[in-house]
């Protein structure tokens, strides 16, 4: 095996393992380039050690094949679920729902990934939303609504808006100079996203999805580059990176005339009936409202 990564390959799959450890970002290029097998235990183990809590019980260094991933090292099923997706996102391979409930220890999980690699692509369809449209969809509404049209692809969304300079919030941000907050830049992005889950992910997933079974789980390297200001047209931007139900996960960026505004590297959805409030994520959209 021989795939030469490219430096957008390798900035890329940096970004999937920020927080990381070098030897563990290290260890992905070896194996992504070289098929190199000793690596895939030092990648299982420093995307483990991201998300592991400080309260569990085992730590990894004094793991062992048998420690499982849950009662042992004190992943929820969410986590453990971020974890497989980042897995699969770092090193190309595949997990599947019902290869995903064998796997319960540390030894399993290295295990099955020694020979398991995939790859592909998906086709692009175009389908145009209207705001009255977007607004039967979503559950926020005006005025707390900031698409006003939309297209959705396969695995994409953009969506547009335009500062009308009339929004509520804007007369006490900031007094004689209206800049439109960084925290709505980041609920736009999260209504984008949640359009594409609501209307893409059922027939990809075979299941319903209701509008009230959607919670921002994640919101990870929120970026604000420039100051948006009455009159800009904002075009918003999603790209999947992941789908495996209950979660989806997209990066996000905000623009205007082709300038970038802002970005989310990992923007984070939680959805399903099984989320029963207990057990909803708790982190929630920057200004608090459920996706």
């Avoid at 359009?195 to 990809?204: D, S």
Wanted: net charge negative; proline share 5%.
């Amino acid at each position: 095996m021989d795939n030469t990564l490219s430096e957008r390959d390798i900035t890329d799959l940096k970004e999937t393992l920020r927080r990381c450890s070098p030897e563990t970002i290290e260890a992905a290029i070896r194996f992504r380039q070289g098929g190199d097998p000793t690596a895939l235990r030092t990648v299982v183990y420093g995307v483990i050690r991201r998300y592991q809590p400080a309260s569990a019980g085992v730590r990894l260094e004094k793991a062992g094949d048998d420690t499982s991933l849950i009662q042992d090292l004190g992943l929820d099923s969410l986590t453990l679920l971020e974890i497989v997706l980042t897995i699969e996102e770092t090193l190309k391979v595949q997990i599947n729902n019902e290869e995903l409930k064998e796997i319960r220890t540390l030894g399993k999980l290295n295990q099955f990934l020694q020979n398991k690699v995939a790859g592909g692509s998906v086709a692009v369809s175009m389908k145009q939303y209207s705001h009255e449209h977007i607004a039967l969809v979503l559950p926020q509404q005006p005025p707390f609504l900031f698409l006003d049209s939309a297209e959705l692809g396969d695995e994409t969304v953009k969506a547009e808006y335009k500062i009308k300079g009339s929004e509520f919030f804007l007369a006490g941000h900031f007094k004689d100079e209206p800049i439109f907050p960084a925290s709505v830049l980041f609920e736009a992005m999260g209504q984008a996203a949640c359009l594409w889950l609501l209307e893409k992910a059922p027939k990809l997933l075979a299941k319903e999805i209701k509008t009230n079974h959607v919670f921002f789980a994640t919101l990870d390297g929120a970026h604000v580059y420039r100051k948006a200001r009455p009159g800009q047209q904002l075009t918003f931007e999603g790209k999947l990176v992941k789908l495996r139900d209950p979660l989806a996960i997209f990066s996000c960026s905000a623009s205007s005339n082709g300038d970038r505004i802002a970005a989310i590297d990992r923007l984070v959805l939680a959805f399903g009936e099984q989320l029963a409030p207990e057990e909803a994520p708790t982190t929630t959209s920057p200004s608090g409202a459920t996706a």
